[in-house]
């Protein structure tokens, strides 16, 4: 194709946007919105990734005390856990600790606390295991010799929420692409409609084009084009949306609660340019099923 | 340069024409003559190649129309030149911008377009008026513009079907003197009308169509040569 014949191809597609502007208002408005939702689920997966990492760095350790063990015995299960490779004694909370942690995380319901006449929490050990390989450490063989130990009632290690997490991750995943693919039939069949409309509002046009010898290429691109240029418009503002209130919502609050596992990231440059690409496609495809379908 | 065999063309049960064969020189200006239904706006439209016949083949400079594929087909739309009775102008372009869209689908440079452009509208006596959208413009400007349209590409061959169907006399005799010097240039012209005046004392050759038939037509013998 002539080089020339781009420049008036786009030309056309922009006058064709400029003449049916209120449509193209709604349809990219449509492909904002989706692309908005649909981006706000990859964010919160690439999140919730982020802190699986950063927690995932440290492998912590609690090892549940018998109710009455003595010193002798405690002293016992301190030294076999000092003499773990790789692990770090943090210390030793006692029964007492325990409940007074747990009245701070109550907060204005540790009334609720005053029920139990005995304290019902066990006395633990603090094991931290830092920049550790999972696979060499096994941490369930660690858990199960400890659990051996006489005095030792239940260990438990942070890997296990991990893992829940990872599974409540999976879950918004999988959640996220339906939702996404939903999201981008939506964008297709609006897109598609709204080429589908200018081109019947310019059917008396094309009629002409053809009659003076114009290919079906030349007819067909300028819409193909349309939709391009919607879906990466909708894409685009979309993403722009999603920073703004990725910029609010990362501004103060959520640092001042102090949980550091809540440090929020935007969306890496490649994925952005993934939505983006994906958006363009979306609006390529819509343009051609339009002109297809019209055509035929 | 057009030659029909045997071509028919059905709508159903219908039949728009039948078992014409027929020959038309380069340069030649026919005319297509018979009432309305005799299918003469069936006939321009196969040689446009806008409809296919239901039987027989086609011919436009010894390619069969029939076995073309639709991208050669619309290349091929560029040299022949169509006129409509209701113009078929954009509304919403300029004179200017409807002829000149003739141009830009064959991908030519804009300064070329330009100056071709008012060249041509010059040419059809529409000089001065390039700006003006066809409603206000009148019928013979609209129809001028049509032509322009038509043959910016230099056409080797022009089809107009009553193109001076909506016209008033005095209109039409300059429309008929445009196609006349078009002629003279060289280009093949088919034109189809049901007034019987247009033909009076021409001795052009004259096409007379009934019922999908051919009337009155003298055998074309293969010794004849092109004018």
Redesign the interface.
Known sequence: ??P??WT?FIRRALANIAEQRFIHLISAGTITISFFLFGAFVLLVVNLNTWLLEWGQSLSMSVYLEEDIGEKRKTEIREALKGIPDAELRGFVSKEKAMEALREAFGAQAALLEGFKKNPLPASFELVFKETDFQTLAPETIKKELEGLPGVVEVQYSEQWIERFEGILYMIQAGGFIIGGLLCLAVLFITTNTIKLTIYARR??L??????????R?VKTPFLIEGAIEGVLGGTVALAGLYGVYGLVSMKPLYASGFPILKLVFLPPGIALGLIVLSLILGLIAGLIAVGRFFN | MIQLFNVSKHFGQNVALADLTLRIRQGEFVFVTGPSGAGKTTLLRLIFGAQRPSDGAILISGINLGRIR??KL??????IG?VFQDF???STKTAFQNVA??L????E??SIIRKKTRQMLRAVGLNGKESLYPPELSGGEQQRIAIA??VI?EPIILLADEPTGSLDPDITNEIMLLFRTINLRGTTVLFATHNRELLKGTDQRTLMLKNGRMVQEPPVSSEETDP
């Not at chain 1, 002409?208 to 079906?216: H, Q, S, W």
């Not at chain 2, 830009?104 to 991908?107: I, L």
């Open positions: 194709m002539i020339r014949l008036y008396e046009e009629e002409i084009y053809k009659l003076v010898g114009a290919t079906d030349f | 639709r991208a619309d290349l091929m739309r560029r040299r169509f078929k102008l954009l869209l003739a830009e689908v064959t991908g440079r804009p349209r038509a590409n």
